[in-house]
T-cell receptor
Framework: QKEVEQDPGPLSVPEGAIVSLNCTYS??????FMWYRQYSRKGPELLMY????GNKEDGRFTAQVDKSSKYISLFIRDSQPSDSATYLCAMSHGNNAGNMLTFGGGTRLMVKP | SAVISQKPSRDICQRGTSLTIQCQVD?????MFWYRQQPGQSLTLIAT?????????ESGFVIDKFPISRPNLTFSTLTVSNMSPEDSSIYLCSVGSAKDQPQHFGDGTRLSIL
């Protein structure tokens, strides 16, 4: 069993839809939770990160962490075709968000006009 | 966030040769990491590049195959040695610049082995 599981998709939604992306994990030592967006032929771009449990909102994006369930989510409101990319969840443990990361497999999202 | 430049951006190499990938950051950073992303897959950490000491390798990766240098706080290299088609991947450099700041990535080096 992988430490971090993520549905690979592809997930296809119409423009304007609310998108929900999720990851589950098994290692209770993870403290920092990140979401990266990766466009084709580019490196991962940090979207959001949270420490421990709770919610964090940034514009159209909301990240949720439920440590009791070992489950994290990224919500995208009013999705746009420009949101079409692969979304990677990543996690680290210890006392530093910059510690080594364990990635999920990535979910490919397609937002259709 | 730090600006990360990787060179080359892509290359096609012959089996049995070696290639050195460079990662340059526009500011001093504490931690630098090297990842591999195989076609259609997620990222796997190869090693942590430590300034002034040997890199720390993850399980399944060895120094003889992936030697790493970190001569200062803004630069690192990864060499892929004695390449085979199985080494065809994207190799990514990332940096951690400060406590509680997540890693940021370069755009990667796309490597194809014939």
């Amino acid at each position: 069993q992988k430490e971090v599981e993520q549905d690979p998709g592809p997930l296809s939604v119409p423009e304007g839809a609310i998108v929900s992306l999720n990851c589950t994990y098994s290692n209770s030592a993870f403290q920092y939770f990140m979401w990266y967006r990766q466009y084709s032929r580019k490196g991962p771009e940090l979207l959001m990160y949270t420490y421990s449990s709770g919610n964090k909102e940034d514009g159209r994006f909301t990240a949720q962490v439920d440590k009791s369930s070992k489950y994290i989510s990224l919500f995208i409101r009013d999705s746009q075709p420009s949101d079409s990319a692969t979304y990677l969840c990543a996690m680290s443990h210890g006392n530093n968000a910059g510690n080594m990361l364990t990635f999920g497999g990535g979910t490919r999202l397609m937002v259709k006009p | 966030s730090a600006v990360i430049s990787q060179k080359p951006s892509r290359d096609i190499c012959q089996r049995g040769t070696s290639l050195t990938i460079q990662c340059q950051v526009d500011s001093q950073v504490t931690m630098m990491f090297w990842y591999r992303q195989q076609p259609g897959q997620s990222l796997t950490l190869i090693a942590t590049a430590n300034q002034g000491s040997e890199a720390t390798y993850e399980s399944g990766f060895v120094i003889d195959k992936f030697p790493i240098s970190r001569p200062n706080l803004t630069f690192s290299t990864l060499t892929v040695s004695n390449m085979s088609p199985e080494d065809s991947s994207i190799y990514l450099c990332s940096v951690g610049s400060a406590k509680d700041q997540p890693q940021h990535f370069g755009d990667g080096t796309r490597l194809s082995i014939l």
